[in-house]
Every structure is written in C-alpha cells, then in structure tokens.
C-alpha cells in the first residue's frame, strides 16, 4: 500500500492495512462513483503535539512556501481545504482530527493517546473517487 506513505508519520509502525471498495451509493441504494478506501493504523512513541505539529507544517505551508506535499496532483480548478478539530478537554484521552478535502480525495487522520499509553495512535482513511458511473434511466 504506497498510498500511505506521503501521510505516514517518520519512524511510525504501520499496524496492518487495508483497501476495500468505498460503495459510493446515491439515496436509492445506486452506485454513482467507483471509489476506494484506504486504511491502517500508525504508532509511534512520540508525543502527541510533535505528531500533531507535523502533520499541521505538512498541511498548511507557510505562505509562498511549497512544502505541502500531501496534494492530488493539480487540475484546473483544484483546491484543498484542511481542517484540525481537538475533542480532548476534560478527558481522559487526547484525541485530535485532521480531515483534507481535495476534487477527488478525503483523508481523515484520528491522533489519539490516552493519559495512561505508552504510544500516540494515527488511524489514517483515504477516500479516493475514481470514475463517474452512468445509472440508466429506470
């Protein structure tokens, strides 16, 4: 699975991964788009704001910087939005989501440790669309 590796965090260990058919289905049950989902679980020993630190200089280049190299390849009207959402206070685990829309991709990392782990959790998911595909009339 290559696709990982543009969003593996260095020195992580991957705890095993898959790739299924993501079933794009419209409200009546149709498929509308062929499309792929990625998953695994990363762990790594190190605290969970250098983690998080990471992902956000990879994420969001600082300006006239071209360092964000987690991107589709650019198309005509190609945009990114990212977002970071911290549902950590009062409990008892830290957890942080980090979510990237692009035209034809979302990824969605979950960074979680709780108070008494030994090792910062990154669930990674990677939707990818792929072909449009034609219903026919009914």
Do not use: C
Not at 19 to 38: C, K, P
Not at 56 to 63: E, F, G, N, R, V
Not at 85 to 105: F, M, Q
């Amino acid at each position: 699975m290559t696709m990982i590796a543009q969003w593996q965090y260095p020195g992580s260990k991957m705890n095993g991964a898959t790739m299924s058919d993501a079933a794009t289905l419209n409200g009546a049950g149709e498929r509308t788009v062929q499309s792929i989902q990625y998953r695994t679980v990363l762990t790594t020993k190190d605290p969970m704001p250098k983690v998080i630190e990471y992902y956000k200089a990879k994420l969001i280049p600082s300006a006239g910087s071209k360092s964000a190299k987690l991107e589709e390849k650019p198309t005509t009207n190609a945009g990114r939005s990212v977002t970071f959402h911290d549902d950590s206070e009062g409990r008892p685990v830290a957890i942080h989501v980090i979510l990237v829309n692009t035209e034809k991709a979302s990824t969605t990392l979950v960074i979680s440790r709780a108070a008494t782990e030994h090792e910062t959790h990154i669930a990674w998911t990677h939707y990818l669309t792929q072909i449009p595909i034609s219903i026919p009339p009914r």
